[in-house]
């Protein structure tokens, strides 16, 4: 397994780095929207590679998601005055349509990627 040091999201380039420090409520990573930066645990006993995996796609999506600016959107479409059914359905799609998208954007422009599955 090889995790990238960085990639492209649309038009945003995101970096990806180990920390030996703690996170917040002992996470193995986060996802700095700030900086648009991964980060990941290089401690000892987070260092399991399906740990690191599983974290690492755990965090891209977050990076996605941020990308696609989904709080916005569900804010945008809470307050349109639709049944809750109605809007979990649009929301699903959009997140569907939106993340489909996105992911084979990602997909497609980092090819190194489908080193950090296995
Ligand atoms: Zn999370």
Not at 20 to 45: K, M, V
Not at 71 to 85: F, N
Not at 88 to 117: G, H, S, W
């Amino acid at each position: 397994m090889k995790i990238p040091e960085r990639i492209k999201i649309g038009n945003r380039l995101v970096r990806v780095k180990f920390s030996r420090e703690p996170f917040n409520d002992d996470a193995y990573g986060w996802y700095d929207a700030n900086n648009f930066t991964i980060l990941l645990s290089s401690r000892d006993q987070d260092s399991n590679p399906t740990t690191i995996a599983e974290t690492f796609w755990h965090e891209l999506m977050h990076a996605i998601n941020d990308f696609n600016r989904f709080s916005i959107e569900m804010q945008r479409e809470m307050d349109d005055k639709d049944t809750p059914e109605t809007d979990a359905y649009k929301f699903e799609e959009m997140i569907t349509e939106r993340t489909a998208k996105t992911l084979l954007q990602v997909l497609q422009d980092n090819p190194d990627l489908i080193k950090a599955t296995n």
